[in-house]
Structures are given as C-alpha cells and as structure tokens.
C-alpha cells in the first residue's frame, strides 16, 4: 500500500499541491507557507496566515448573513404591523 500524501490546500508545486512533511505522529506542516493539519484530529486548528485569513472572510460572511436575516425579519414583522393596522 503506497504512504498516505498529506498536501497543501494553499502551495502549487510542479501543477500539483504541494506535499506536506510530517512533523510528528499524525501532523504534518507545509515548508511553503507554514499550514499545519493533522488528518486523524478534525477539531485540529491551524494558526498560519493564510487560515487566520480564511477564517476572518468567514467570520465577515457569518456576521453579514446574521445582520441580512435580521434585517429580513424587521422588515417582514414592519411590513405584517403595516398590514394589521388597515
């Protein structure tokens, strides 16, 4: 069976992602850009600049839905408070 290649979602190298080294038991960190994972720990968390980024966007993206559902709601309750009152 061949050896598992854990890659980097963030470095191309040679057209393909670039493979990681391992760096203890499990983990494994890019030479690239510094990404750390560690396949058999979902709830692993990587603190390179890249993923601090990607999770900033995300963190933009969650609250500017929250902010759009929130503003939905108001006006739909402004809308029905409009509509009782005739």
Partial sequence: ?????????????????????QQSQGSYVCVGCG??????????KCTCRRCHA????ASRCRNGE???????DALALLAY???SRY
């Fill in 35 to 44: 990404h750390t994972t560690a396949p058999a720990d979902p709830y692993a």
């Fill in 66 to 72: 929250e902010s759009r559902r929130y503003s939905a």
């Fill in 1 to 21: 069976m061949l050896p598992e290649i854990v890659r980097c979602p963030y470095c191309v190298e040679g057209g393909c992602f670039r493979p990681m080294l």
């Fill in 54 to 57: 990607m999770n900033q966007v």
């Fill in 81 to 83: 408070d409009q509509v």
